[in-house]
């Protein structure tokens, strides 16, 4: 067991984001059994869940004329249009059955904002309004996170990214994560890493 300073941080581990779902990550489901066994290493685990409200900015359907993965400019910036997904309630929006959740303290839900997308587990989209989640891990006395999940390239390497920012120390596990890959994200999210001084496991 690591010491207590040491968070697991579980990125959006949800039947959408693996194969047969909505954002179906490309072997988004191998990663669940290494991850249910890195949780016995940490006294602190958190899950994320992306957690959306049918009618979210962030889908392609309802911006008549777009098509997933096309993109639109919103109020704080460029967003990825993206098929309907994790839609609160929904079998897509429910961890993978496979995944341990027991040994989880907290499930923290992102992005049930209508107008504003939140990859990171930190921040929205704006890059600043918080989910709380910085104020947790700072009350229960954790400073080093370990991240895993999906999808590599948006919301574990933003929040990878926000972590660092906020001064934690952090590393991605990128044997238990999996990319979408979208017009060279995975390589722009690794050089991002690297220049925030992210360690890679
Ligand atoms: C994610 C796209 C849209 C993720 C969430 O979990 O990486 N990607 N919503
Ligand atoms: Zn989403």
Redesign the pocket.
């Known amino acids: 067991m690591r010491p207590a300073t040491d968070a697991l941080i579980v990125?959006?581990m949800q039947n959408d984001?693996c194969p047969g779902g909505a954002?179906a990550v490309a072997g988004g489901d191998e990663i669940v059994a290494g991850i249910n066994a890195l949780m016995d290493d940490f006294a602190v685990t958190v899950l994320t869940q992306?957690w959306h409200p049918a009618d979210h900015a962030?889908f392609a359907a309802n911006h008549p004329g777009k098509a997933p993965f096309a993109t639109t400019e919103m109020p704080y910036g460029t967003q990825?249009l993206?098929p309907v997904?994790?839609v609160q309630g929904t079998a897509g929006a429910a961890f993978h059955p496979g995944l341990r959740t027991d040994p989880a303290q907290l499930a923290l839900r992102k992005?049930f904002r209508a107008g504003i997308?939140s990859?990171s587990a930190f921040f929205e989209n704006d890059r600043t309004t918080p989910t709380g989640l910085e104020g947790y891990l700072r009350e229960r006395g954790a400073s080093r996170l370990t991240l895993v999940g999906?999808?590599t390239d948006?919301?574990?390497s933003y929040s990878a990214l926000d972590a660092a920012r906020l001064g934690f120390e952090v590393t991605v596990v990128e044997d238990l994560c999996r990319a979408?890959d979208l017009d060279g994200s995975l390589a722009a999210a690794r050089s991002a890493w690297a220049a925030a001084g992210i360690r890679v496991a």
């Open positions: 990125i959006d984001f954002l992306d962030s990825v993206w997904h994790c992005g997308d990859y999906l999808a948006f919301c574990v979408i």
